[in-house]
């Protein structure tokens, strides 16, 4: 058992009741503290009016979700969402997204996935033809040779973040080597800007 003098604790506890109180006055006079930024991942719970059995979400990564900020986004196709190794893969982007894409920025690459303690990487990139339309609505991934079934993949893409608080949809249409030339669906990312 510790034995404190009256004096250390009187101090103590005026210093930790003069702290609270700037604190609390603080918030008063218009000095609010700093405010905390949401890590760029998607949220445990998604609401969606329209709710379709068709649908499915997606992983993503961004590195910052405030408006016009410079970040790096990371769309990612885990191994589990595909049943077949791609030779293209289409993302549809909305046509209110208002920053630029340009495919100099854009790659596709191996990526470990990110958590609490780490975000997510590219390990190593896939050498690919990448293309945006005219009109900024799709995105078109041509690997050099067929992207296997396993392990995790992500298309980077550094930009700035478009501006507004709003919500963006991007498709990810994928197709498997074959004689039918044919994209499937395979999710949704639904990136939210704060």
């Known amino acids: 058992m510790h034995i404190f003098s009256k004096n250390a604790l009187r101090r103590n506890v005026l210093i930790g009741t003069a702290v ?84 100099n920025r854009m790659t596709l690459c191996r990526v470990t996935k990110g958590s609490m303690l780490s975000r997510s990487r590219c390990l190593e990139e896939v050498p690919a033809t990448i293309e945006v339309n005219q009109k900024q609505t799709a995105i078109e991934i041509f690997p050099d040779q067929p992207v296997s079934v396993e392990g995790d993949y992500a298309l980077r893409i550094k930009m700035f973040n478009p501006q ?9 249409l994928i197709q498997a080597p074959g004689d039918v030339p044919m994209s499937g669906y395979v999710g949704s990312w639904l990136v939210d800007m704060d």
């Open 164 to 172: 507004g608080q709003r919500m963006y949809q991007f498709n990810a």
């Open 20 to 103: 609270g109180t700037l604190a609390t006055t603080s918030a008063f006079i218009g000095l609010a503290p700093d405010q905390a930024l949401a890590q760029g991942t998607p949220g445990l719970l998604e609401f969606r009016w329209d709710s379709d059995r068709d649908y499915r979400k997606l992983y993503y990564y961004q590195t910052s979700t405030v408006p016009n900020d410079r970040a790096e986004w990371y769309l990612t196709l885990r191994a589990k969402d595909r049943k077949t190794a791609f030779m293209k893969l289409t993302v549809t982007v909305p046509d209110y997204f208002d920053s630029k894409l340009k495919p």
